[in-house]
């Protein structure tokens, strides 16, 4: 070994993480080189050194400095919390009012301004005002009701009385100007 | 209190202060603000702003708890806070002392960055002495340097400073022989001036 391939090695040597082999290779060569040696010997106490500096502490208030900072940022981070909610606790209030009035409104409208709209009404109720719509549809004039009168008296055959027939108006009106 | 102390490891308290539980937090305070101020102290050498990095670690900690994974150890995890805010200070600190040099007249020639809390009755009694050692981790690349501070003054292991550094086992044997070696060097030259 050569002092260029140990001061690869040196700190390996130091933390005994050498090989036998290698370890036996750098004490052969730190037992010739001097140099290697006293650099051997120097680093070692330079280490020895640094793992004995000083230590130093943290002022006695470092504790209550720290818990100051984590409460002004607890109060901090409330503060921002409320401002937003401050902020916003306007348009929140008017959208909400506004979509009540609108809910009431729709309710209202659906309920009594369209008491037949789809849903609300019973189909049964329909059903029984059908019969009053068929029978008031021919009346429009009074000499419609007169052809109408006319034409279903010269028919032979009579129309089923539960069938609700559409008159041929027509057919009527050129009935009547004869 | 005594007996919480031995009952519960770092990562037990995480665990307990992420569950809401504050005396944790307290604790783990109380055991790594001393350890964190010396491995940021030698990093920066300025004890004020070195207070400063360890509160700034120690409030990240009690902000980003939730971060915390149990698949590292909590040193790691909090010396690896320590460490990037350390180099975020130094990078600082060296901008303001480079545009206070700049700012110098023609007449302030001698100027010299002196270590505002350097105390000279804590010099060691040995071959090179704290200011000597100090001086020479200062001038110190940065790649080395805090490998030598986390190893050396530390005493973390080769595999938890390759954690914390985010890098291989073998860059940390490499930069650790260099960075003793380039110390060496330094300390030698300090010597004969």
């Known amino acids: 070994m050569d002092c260029y391939s140990f001061d690869r090695i040196i700190s390996d040597y130091i933390d005994a993480n050498l090989n036998v082999k290698l370890r036996q290779e750098a004490n052969e060569h730190i037992s010739v080189c001097p140099r290697c040696k006293e650099k051997l010997s120097d680093l070692k106490s330079i280490l020895s050194e640094l793992s004995s500096l000083p230590c130093r502490e943290t002022r006695p208030d470092f504790e209550s400095r720290l818990m100051d900072r984590i409460n002004q940022t607890k109060e901090q981070k409330e503060s921002r919390f409320i401002r937003v909610f401050q902020d916003y606790s306007r348009p929140i209030s008017v959208i909400a009012a506004v979509m009540l009035l609108v809910a009431t409104s729709i309710f209202v409208y659906t309920s009594v301004v369209i008491p037949n709209s789809p849903g609300s009404i019973p189909s049964a109720e329909i059903r029984s005002v059908e019969p009053k719509k068929s029978m008031t549809m021919p009346a429009t004039t009074a000499a419609n009701v007169r052809s109408t009168l006319v034409s279903t008296t010269n028919e032979s055959n009579h129309p089923d009385t539960n069938k609700v027939e559409t008159p041929n108006y027509n057919k009527q009106i050129m009935m009547v100007n004869e | ?193």
Do not use: C
Request: charged content about 35%; cysteine-free.
């Open chain 2, 1 to 193: 209190m005594e007996r919480e102390k031995i009952k519960y490891t770092d990562e037990e308290l995480v665990k307990r202060f992420q569950d809401g539980d504050e005396r944790a937090y307290i604790e783990l305070v109380k055991r790594y603000k001393d350890r964190l101020l010396n491995f940021v102290y030698r990093y920066l050498n300025s004890f004020e702003q070195s207070e400063d990095v360890v509160q700034d670690t120690l409030m990240k900690l009690y902000t980003s708890a939730h971060m915390y994974r149990e698949i590292a150890k909590f040193s790691t995890w909090i010396f690896t806070i320590a460490a990037n805010l350390a180099k975020s200070e130094l990078r600082r600190l060296k901008r303001r002392r480079v545009i206070s040099i700049h700012s110098m007249g023609f007449d302030d020639k001698e100027y010299e960055i002196p270590s505002v809390d350097y105390d000279p009755a804590k010099e060691t009694t040995s071959n090179y002495g704290e200011k000597q050692i100090q001086q020479a981790i200062d001038t110190l690349p940065d790649q080395f340097k805090t490998v030598i501070i986390l190893r050396e003054v530390q005493q973390l292991s080769y595999e938890e400073i390759s954690q914390i550094l985010g890098i291989s086992i073998g860059t940390v044997k490499s930069r650790i022989n260099r960075g003793r070696l380039r110390l060496q060097k330094l300390l030698k030259e300090l010597k004969e001036q």
